[in-house]
């Protein structure tokens, strides 16, 4: 229901008007001392509610929701405006965007859209108010960020090398890393949990490292070596195993948002699949497996087509950290955003896409800074074909894929040379239609005008051009003089006229003039000169038609003379009735690229598919040309406002940016980026480092340092690691290290009361936390058990949900983006569509019933009961302590011994069912889920 209010002199808006004008009402629209209780009153019973109903929905700086980048909730973001200005003029509402917008005067600017549309009575309201001074009392804040105030932000300060603290129980602490756990924890008067036993820490060590649990031999091995280097030696070991980098391969694809597929399909362009997208997948793995420096890595990711030599081929494929993204239905700036948030957010941990459509809400980024990185990314383009990236044996079956790549790349060729082809007979086909539009355009008409026109027609302007030069003066010609004389008829008497002219030439024709083309025209009346463009058009359609029987090589005069005066005139090369292979693909691109995307696909299937194909990179290129950038105002490419350069941004910069110059500048983009000083990069990687091994980061949000980010509760501890990583060259596997074999890293999970009543929520890391295993460390564990994993490395995406079952480690899963597995989902896999810094961790009934009822796991428990080991095994007590030591490493106890017999009983006469039940129901526990 609308509010109305009136509350005037008169009961009329124009009386109170005169009320608040001779009480003296403000010319500046904020509270002042003197405001006096006319204006209070209309404001608060009439102004304030109309707001709230049809304005503070969408433009509140209070709610969060602020279109357009304007508010309307307080005076002071009245005030300030929108991405287009002040949204009034106090006392001058003929110049107030805000009454515009009401009144419908802008066709651009409609508020509220037209089914919300205000009624009269209520723009006279709002009319008045901004006439009178526009009084308004409201409380609040402007919108957007105090650049000043951000740049104090604790993440956006120098790294600085903290002095390592003392503390009071100095033998606790192993390394560094422990001395500022300790001091945090010893300054809240707590200590830390007790060291977990031995099986505790090699288990969570192997997970950790590798993804997979260790072996019953490896825990009984390490459980009674009392060597004191034992730990750190299985550290070494774990650390050097090729299961490390895909175990942290796979946190960074999460980064990533990896995918094999593209998202939906384009409109152009149906196939779904990235078929190289793998070639990304096994340089991350490899990467961390030779723990390639991270400062290289990122310029490999962003630039590694620009590093300087020596470099190699399979450098590469880490472009594909660009190109893995969601490809929007080749919505070319969703796809740049993609680019810019994944650079931003999973390199130095900012919401860059945020500042998309206005200035970033709440961090110092503003939008020409967006568009500055939007400049860089506008600026490459990525190869029809990928790069080779691995050198394939010369052998039978690499001969025999050559060969059918022949067959394929003739075939791409030759769909090419089919559109160029259809292209030409639809130009033809259209003469007619050429031939009239030449009468009714101007010879003066620019190219761009021709154009224009031309396509109103659904003519190319090209043809129609060059059949405007073919017909100037052209009224001697011996083919086309009869047009001319035709065309310059009334088109009113056309019917008689042209009648009484092609008599005229019939009994007198005129000299040199073709009679072939005379005798063409007379066989039926001619109503409009239309019909004139249709005989020219058949005309020039049987000459294609002998042209299209001879070689192409042939240039030899036709013996027709009409047809050989069109061969030369409207058929050769630069003619009006022809197209060549350039020209076709600029006027028909569409139709090109769908007929040689379709063709490429075919070829990307071969060569993803056959395995003697070598690997090919999802790479980028510069354009020979870089992009000259330009801010989007809200975010609407049809919106041009001011050029940006293409820098990096602001906050990160310092007072002596500078643009980049080099290209599309992705090369000096990942240098300030991998640059030591800057203050993100190292902090948000080291972050993400004790994420993945204590199960929280020391900072929250590992992809957002923004300045709604809290510092870590652990004074000096983010920036004393990062600035070790850096002086340990940026190496991943150092981290670690000395990571896991800190005395805080080997706490038990069992916190001490006290503890937990001063730090809840275990910030102050005075104990492990539990964890559940993520998707893939769990079905890989499933898979171990049963002696099922394939410990295959690298190579080939594989379907995992589909029978018969794969055998591979989840890392080599396809992922299709647009149709993930539900068992993907149901086990908190990251969403491929975004950068996922830290995965969400669910606890749901679906869990359990697909863990209970999926024939994968069916199938594994099946083949754990039935390994050698177990079979072997007498029927009884000792084939149950057979399962436990294979399932969870360790002996049953009293209780489960009996429960496991009790279990197998209930099958009598159906003993391979029995197993495989106890099986089942070992491989469902808790203690084979979770990591203490």
Partial sequence: MSLRFFHAKGGTVAGLAAVLLAQGASSEGSPVAAANPAQVEFFEKSVRPLLEEHCVECHSAAKGKTKGGLALDNAAAVRKGGDTGPALVPGAPEKSLLVKAVT???????????????????????????????????????????PEAAKKHWAFQPVQKPTVPGVREPKWARTDTDRFVLAALEAKGIAPAKEADRRTLLKRLSYDLQGLPPTAEELTVFATDPAPEAYEKAVDRMLASPRFGERWGRHWLDVA??????????????????????????????????????????????????????????????????????????????????????VTRGLVGLTVSCARCHDHKYDPIPTADYYSLHGVFMSTEEPKERPVISTPKETPEYQKYLEKRAVFLEKKEGAVEGEIKKANIELVKKIPLYLVATKDIPAATDDKALETMAGQRNLLGLALGRWMKLLTNSA??????????????????????????????KSEPPAGWN???????????????????????????????????????????????????LRTRVFQPGGPGVLNKAETEKAYSRNVFEARSKAQDELDVLDSTDLSAPDRAMVLYDKPQAVQPVVFIRGNSGNRGANVPRQFLSILSGPERKPFTQGSGRLELARAIADPSNPLTARVAVNRIWLHLFGKGLVETPNDFGVRTSAPAIPGVLDHLATRFVEAGWSTKTIVRELVVSSAYRQSSAARPEALAVDPNNDLVHAMHRRRLDFESLRDTLLQTAGALDETYGGRPVELTKEPFSGRRSVYGYIDRQDLPSMFRIFDFANPDISTGQRFETTVPQQALFLMNNGFLKNLADSAAKL??????????ERVKALFERVLKREPRPEEMEAALRLVAGFAGQPEKSWSALSQVLLLTNELAFVD
Wanted: glycine fraction near 4%; charge should be negative.
């Fill in 104 to 146: 419908y005067a802008d066709p651009d600017l409609k508020m509220p859209p037209d089914n919300k549309r205000m009624p009269s009575d209520q723009v006279a309201i709002l009319q008045e108010w901004v006439r009178s001074g526009a009084y308004d009392p409201r409380e609040g804040k402007t919108l957007g960020v105090d």
């Fill in 515 to 565: 009679a072939a083309v005379l005798g063409a025209l007379s066989e039926k009346p001619l109503k409009t000169l239309a019909d004139a463009a249709a005989v020219y058009g058949k005309l020039c359609a049987d000459t294609q038609a002998v042209l299209e029987k001879r070689a192409l090589e042939d240039t030899a005069a036709l013996s027709d003379l009409l047809q050989e005066t």
């Fill in 257 to 342: 948002r990896y995918s094999d597929t593209k998202g939906l399909p384009s409109p152009i362009n149906a196939d779904r699949r990235f078929h190289f997208a793998y070639s990304y997948r096994d340089y991350v793995i490899n990467a961390f497996n030779s723990d390639k420096p991270f400062d290289q890595f990122i310029k490999e990711q962003l630039a590694a087509d620009l590093l300087a030599e020596p470099k190699s081929p399979e450098s590469l494929a880490a472009l594909g950290y660009l190109t893995v993204g969601r490809c929007f239905q080749n919505s070319l700036h969703d796809i740049i955003d993609d680019r810019i948030d994944v």
């Fill in 868 to 877: 050698p080991a177990i079979a072997a095994s007498a029927p009884g007590p």
């Fill in 476 to 505: 001697e010609d011996s083919v086309f003089g009869p047009w001319s004389a035709l065309a310059a008829l009334n088109s009113e008497q056309f019917a008689a006229e042209s009648d009484a002219l092609l008599s005229r030439w």
